[in-house]
């Protein structure tokens, strides 16, 4: 494994997890039942998607 010739500093250190924080979960409305879904997939509540129905074609 692979050991570090010098130390980290804490600015470095902190510098490089700036772009760690937890940003709050992507939700977008369905248009067609007014439920929250993730943004970009048919809703799970109704099935739409792009003002189509998809309930019908998941067979198999
Ligand atoms: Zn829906």
Same mark, same amino acid.
């Given at each position: 494994?692979?050991? !570090?010739?010098?130390?980290m500093s804490n600015a470095r250190k902190n510098s490089r997890r700036s772009h760690h924080a937890k940003r709050p979960?992507?939700?977008?409305k369905c248009p067609n039942c007014d439920?929250?879904?993730? !943004?970009?997939?048919?809703?799970?509540?109704?099935g739409h998607y792009a003002g189509r129905s998809y309930q019908a074609t998941r067979e198999g």
């Open positions: 494994m692979a050991v !570090p010739r010098n130390r979960k992507l939700t977008a439920s929250q879904k993730l !943004p970009h997939t048919a809703c799970s509540a109704c």
